[in-house]
């Protein structure tokens, strides 16, 4: 039996994505829903049984406030966290807040279902290897943390930026063709390069890498495009 569920993230791609992915595997999503604020307020009103909540700064302080208010006023509403890798203090803060799970976002879907079945059956749904880099970090901090987004962002010229940007707001071949004036077949070039170059498999997976790493931001600032939250 499918999940009644609602998924709630900044990033409107992503959060209709996974929808999309969801109500094909027999899930009942009543929502694909990004609001920069106001989340807590669109779960309680709905009240799932489960939401997946993305949030792309797990350590910053109050990131999790809306957990606390799902779990105040719908206590039976399970909220399975969408982020980055998190730090142990972001993980740390995603359960004391009542959050029942924490996936990432580039998770494959049958990752995700499991962090859903396994919270809406009262269980606590992260993975074991999000446990162990915590653990890891915990007991070996880093004195300088890797700034992922801005390694992966040296990698890319200046066309592929811009392709970047475009295939995250959605747009097709002919799309990204169309808004920089170059052929289809360059524009399938740049695409499969710029999936290269992340290590990705699909355009999903770019949008979803560029949005945990902070790549997407920094992409579309050097861009010129702003980017649909």
Do not use: W
Request: proline share 7%; hydrophobic share 45%.
């Amino acid at each position: 039996m499918g999940v009644r569920l609602m998924v709630v993230d900044d990033h409107r791609l992503l959060a209709e994505a996974l929808a999309s992915a969801l109500k094909l595997r027999g899930h009942r999503v009543l929502a694909a829903a990004a609001p920069a604020a106001g989340a807590a307020e669109l779960v309680v009103s709905r009240a799932p049984e489960v939401c997946l909540l993305g949030t792309a700064t797990p350590a910053e302080p109050g990131a999790f406030d809306p957990v606390v208010r799902i779990k105040r006023d719908r206590p039976q509403v399970a909220v399975v966290v969408l982020g980055p890798v998190p730090s142990p203090r972001g993980i740390a803060a995603a359960f004391a807040a009542g959050a029942s799970g924490y996936v990432r976002h580039d998770e494959r879907i049958e990752g995700v279902e499991r962090a859903i079945m396994k919270a809406r059956a009262g269980e606590t749904a992260v993975a074991p290897q999000l446990l162990q880099g915590a653990f890891t970090e915990l007991l070996n901090p880093s004195a300088t943390p890797d700034d992922e987004g801005q390694r992966l962002l040296r990698m890319l010229t200046p066309r592929e930026v811009e392709v970047l940007v475009r295939v995250t707001e959605g747009e097709d071949t002919r799309l990204i063709a169309a808004g920089m004036g170059i052929a289809p077949s360059t524009a399938r070039t740049h695409v499969q390069r710029v999936l290269m170059k992340l290590g990705v498999g699909s355009r999903l997976e770019a949008a979803a890498l560029a949005a945990r790493t902070g790549l997407l931001d920094r992409a579309a600032d050097l861009s010129g495009i702003p980017h649909q939250r």
